[in-house]
T-cell receptor, first 110, second 115 residues
């Protein structure tokens, strides 16, 4: 099992819709989780951290499910500007490194 | 968050040559990281660069191929040596948030094409 797995997509979603995607991780001892956003030909940028109690920032909600070892990202009222690749990132406590998933591509359609 | 710049932003190089990429941060940071992102792939950590010590390389990456310098707390360089077309990639430097919460901030990247 890969350390961090994501559905590569693409998710093609009409503007205004709600979209959610998950990311699974293999190391049950992982403690830190993040979602990054990467626009085409740009560097990744931190979108939000994922806390045990969940995290909400405007239209974005991130959840952690330790029992099933996945994190999720929910985007409500999607905008055209939300089109990007969303990278799931997990801290590997084994060697104190962070591991990037391959990303989920999201296309918001007008 | 830190502001990070990289030079060059892109380059086209011939096989067998070397390219040095510079990374400058607007604040002092303990740990700097160098990543590679090949087309359609996610980020792969090349090495961690700490000031005052040798860089720590990940499996599959060696110092002879990717020598790194870290002369102070705001600057680092990565050299891609004896390049081949397989080295064509985006190279990114990043720094960790000073709060030690594993949040990382990235430079804009260097897009390298080897012909």
């Amino acid at each position: 099992r890969k350390e961090v797995e994501q559905d590569p997509g693409p998710f093609n979603v009409p503007e205004g819709a709600t979209v959610a995607f998950n990311c699974t991780y293999s190391n049950s001892a992982s403690q830190s989780f993040f979602w990054y956003r990467q626009d085409c030909r740009k560097e990744p940028k931190l979108l939000m951290s994922v806390y045990s109690s969940g995290n909400e920032d405007g239209r974005f909600t991130a959840q952690l499910n330790r029992a099933s070892q996945y994190i999720s990202l929910l985007i409500r009222d999607s905008k055209l500007s939300d089109s990007a690749t969303y990278l799931c990132v997990v801290n590997s406590n084994r060697d104190d490194k962070i591991i990037f998933g391959k990303g989920t591509r999201l296309h918001i359609l007008p | 968050s830190a502001v990070i710049s990289q030079k060059p932003s892109r380059d086209i190089c011939q096989r067998g040559t070397s390219l040095t990429i510079q990374c400058q941060v607007d604040s002092q940071v303990t740990m700097m990281f160098w990543y590679r992102q090949q087309p359609g792939q996610s980020l792969t950590l090349i090495a961690t660069a700490n000031q005052g010590s040798e860089a720590t390389y990940e499996s599959g990456f060696v110092i002879d191929k990717f020598p790194i310098s870290r002369p102070n707390l705001t600057f680092s360089t990565l050299t891609v040596s004896n390049m081949s077309p397989e080295d064509s990639s985006i190279y990114l430097c990043s720094v960790e948030d000073t709060r030690g919460n594993y949040e990382q901030y990235f430079g804009p990247g260097t897009r390298l094409t080897v012909t």
